[in-house]
């Protein structure tokens, strides 16, 4: 980090690619690796949830702003099923992106735990809009991308294959 900057320079996060046709993967690859300026080496395995699809995830590094830059790079592609985070660094908060067939792209701040973040701001605002309408709760549900979560859920369990990363806390 800069030693006069407030905010960081640098952070990570992680690309979820839930569902590719199988045609789709070099493109999706060489899309990664011009927007992370080196390659992807992605693993594809077979998507259960959708046979002929395929899924991949990976981990990447890069300054900040950089999930954004690698969901533009996606969106491009309106059959992707995806995901992107990028955590939260010093003075900048954490985002999620989610992209779906005929959902489109939701993004939200997210918290260092992981919890969709809906400011203030936004919160009397759709208090206001939905005032006398009773729609205030599918607004909230929007809000916090339940659509997409709803959407995404099938994909995002391992199938055979899939990379498992198990985490273990030694004791004592």
Not at 72 to 100: C, I, K, Q, Y
């Amino acid at each position: 980090m800069r030693e006069l900057d407030q905010f960081a320079d640098a952070t990570t996060g992680v690309l979820h690619v839930h569902s590719s046709p199988a045609a789709l993967c070099p493109h999706v690859e060489w899309a990664l690796a011009a927007t992370l300026e080196s390659k992807a080496n992605l693993k594809w395995t077979s998507q259960p949830a959708s046979p002929g699809q395929l899924r991949a995830s990976t981990d990447w590094l890069g300054p900040v702003g950089t999930g954004a830059r690698l969901v533009n790079a996606l969106r491009v592609w309106p059959m992707l099923r995806f995901e992107v985070t990028e955590d939260a660094s010093e003075g900048v908060d954490g985002e999620r992106f989610a992209h779906a067939p005929g959902l489109g792209l939701w993004h939200g701040s997210m918290s260092a735990n992981g919890d969709v973040i809906v400011g203030e701001m936004r919160l009397r605002s759709l208090i206001a809009e939905c005032s006398g309408t009773g729609s205030l709760a599918s607004e909230l549900e929007h809000a916090l991308g339940s659509p997409w979560d709803a959407e995404l859920e099938p994909y995002r369990t391992g199938g055979e294959g899939a990379e498992v990363t198990w985490l273990r806390r030694n004791v004592g």
